[in-house]
T-cell receptor, first 112, second 112 residues
Framework: KAGVTQTPRYLIKTRGQQVTLSCSPI?????VSWYQQTPGQGLQFLFE???????NKGNFPGRFSGRQFSNSRSEMNVSTLELGDSALYLC???????????FGPGTRLTVT | KNQVEQSPQSLIILEGKNCTLQ??????????LRWYKQDTGRGPVSLTI?????NTKSNGRYTATLDADTKQSSLHITASQLSDSASYIC???????????FGAGTILRVKS
C-alpha cells in the first residue's frame, strides 16, 4: 500500500511570491491534514479537509489556504510569502480525523 | 488553554540503556493520546495511540503509559538502539478527536 506522497520535496521561493504544495493521501483515506513544522514552534496544525470540505482550521493567517479534490488529493497554497514561512510542511492522511494519521515526508520550503 | 508539555527537551543515552520520556497535558476532556517518532528530515511515524481508558500500550521496545487522573503519559524505550535517535512527539486530541495538540518533542540521541 503506497504511503502519503508530497510534492515537491524541496522548494526555494522569494519573499512576496506564492507557492502551492501537493499531497496525495493513502488510498481510501478521506481526511487530509496539513502541518507546519519549525525548529522554534514544533508542529503546528494548519487545517484539515474531509471529503472536499475544510473541517478544522488552525490559527494561521488567511495567506494560508487549502483545498481537497474529489480523489482526496489536497493542495495548500501560501500567498505573499514571508521569511517566517520557511518550514517543513507536513501532510497527514487518515480514514477519519480521530483515526491514526500517516504522515508524508514533507516539503521543505525556504523563503529568501 | 490546552497544552502538552514534554520533558526532557533532549536526552543522550548509551546504546543498550533504557530511557523514559514524559508528557504532561492539560487537554480535558480528551479522546486519545499518541506518541510519534520523527527521524530527521522525515515525517512523524505513529508509535502508540491510547484512549483515556487504556493505561499501557506496547509496540516492540516502546511502551507507553497513561494516567488520565494526573494527566501524565510516559514513553519507555527498552534496550535502546542507535536507530532510536529521533524526536519523540506526544500528541493529545480533544474529546471529539477534532483538535490535536502537539508537544514540542524530546530529542533523543543514542550513542555507541
Amino acid at each position: 500500500k503506497a504511503g502519503v506522497t508530497q510534492t515537491p520535496r524541496y522548494l526555494i521561493k522569494t519573499r512576496g511570491q506564492q507557492v502551492t504544495l501537493s499531497c496525495s493521501p493513502i488510498s481510501g483515506h478521506r481526511s487530509v491534514s496539513w502541518y507546519q513544522q519549525t525548529p522554534g514552534q514544533g508542529l503546528q496544525f494548519l487545517f484539515e479537509y474531509f471529503s472536499e470540505t475544510q473541517r478544522n482550521k488552525g490559527n494561521f493567517p488567511g495567506r494560508f489556504s487549502g483545498r481537497q479534490f474529489s480523489n482526496s488529493r489536497s493542495e495548500m497554497n501560501v500567498s505573499t510569502l514571508e521569511l517566517g514561512d520557511s518550514a517543513l510542511y507536513l501532510c497527514a492522511s487518515a480514514r477519519d480525523y480521530s483515526y491514526e494519521q500517516y504522515f508524508g515526508p514533507g516539503t521543505r520550503l525556504t523563503v529568501t | 488553554k490546552n497544552q502538552v508539555e514534554q520533558s526532557p527537551q533532549s536526552l543522550i543515552i548509551l546504546e543498550g540503556k533504557n530511557c523514559t520520556l514524559q508528557c504532561n497535558y492539560t487537554v480535558s476532556p480528551f479522546s486519545n493520546l499518541r506518541w510519534y517518532k520523527q527521524d530527521t528530515g522525515r515525517g512523524p511515524v505513529s508509535l502508540t495511540i491510547m484512549t483515556f481508558s487504556e493505561n499501557t500500550k506496547s509496540n516492540g521496545r516502546y511502551t507507553a503509559t497513561l494516567d488520565a487522573d494526573t494527566k501524565q503519559s510516559s514513553l519507555h524505550i527498552t534496550a535502546s538502539q542507535l536507530s532510536d535517535s529521533a524526536s519523540y512527539i506526544c500528541v493529545v486530541s480533544d474529546e471529539y478527536g477534532n483538535k490535536l495538540v502537539f508537544g514540542a518533542g524530546t530529542i533523543l540521541r543514542v550513542k555507541s
